[in-house]
Antibody, heavy 112, light 106 residues
Framework: EVQLVESGGGLVQPGRSLKLSCAAS????????MAWVRQAPTKGLEWVAS????????YYRDSVKGRFTISRDNAKSTLYLQMDSLRSEDTATYYC?????WGQGASVTVSS | DTVLTQSPALAVSLGQRVTISCRAS??????MHWYQQKSGQQPKLLIY???NLESGVPSRFSGSGSGTDFTLTIDPVEADDIANYYC?????????FGSGTKLEIK
């Protein structure tokens, strides 16, 4: 069974950093592109970033370019999202996704 | 960016057929996917590549379309189908989602 389990969410002040992790199991992690998708409270879904199988290619939405970094450790079957210079508008539930499989989400609240 | 437009809400009677539409601002070929999201849960993939039923999803769900116009059909609607439904395109980056259609029961 495919499982994606996010961790690392929490409350953080504006301008500070947070790193999310996503532990994958039930499939060969290194064979799949991976992505982060977020959902602000009561809002719709918004793609954040994607990474290729080997990690050599990364893609970001404009609003997070230069602030967020997606990475992966295939040996550990883990996906990461380093979030720097956080803003209130980054407040959301962050989902790790592999095609049709999504984790349960990690809640990030940016507030003073 | 490819903008996906969905109707905000639809009301349907149990046992009836409902069609949820999604219109793309430019052609996405068949790189369109449909998700169901129930309250407090993560999205669940229903249909991929416009018309392919994801494994384990009931055959009451079906998808069609290509280019700019797509539909998700549920027939018949059951009480468990109350949820938000999102379309998503993967034809180009940034990946984009529709704003969602809330399915309500009459």
């Amino acid at each position: 069974e495919v499982q994606l389990v996010e961790s690392g969410g929490g409350l953080v002040q504006p301008g500070r950093s947070l790193k999310l992790s996503c532990a994958a199991s039930g499939f060969t992690f290194s064979n799949y592109d991976m992505a982060w998708v977020r959902q602000a409270p009561t809002k719709g879904l918004e793609w954040v970033a994607s990474i290729s199988t080997g990690g050599g290619n990364t893609y970001y939405r404009d609003s997070v370019k230069g602030r967020f970094t997606i990475s992966r450790d295939n040996a550990k079957s883990t996906l990461y999202l380093q979030m720097d210079s956080l803003r209130s508008e980054d407040t959301a539930t962050y989902y790790c996704a592999r095609g049709g499989a999504w984790g349960q989400g990690a809640s990030v609240t940016v507030s003073s | 960016d490819t903008v996906l437009t969905q109707s905000p809400a639809l009301a349907v009677s149990l046992g009836q057929r409902v069609t949820i539409s999604c219109r793309a601002s430019k052609s996405v070929s068949t790189y369109m996917h449909w998700y169901q999201q129930k309250s407090g849960q993560q999205p669940k993939l229903l249909i991929y590549s416009a018309s392919n039923l994801e494994s384990g999803v009931p055959s009451r769900f079906s998808g069609s379309g290509s280019g700019t116009d797509f539909t998700l059909t549920i027939d018949p609607v059951e009480a468990d189908d109350i949820a938000n439904y999102y379309c998503q395109q993967s034809n180009e980056l940034p990946l984009t989602f529709g704003s969602g259609t809330k399915l309500e029961i009459k």
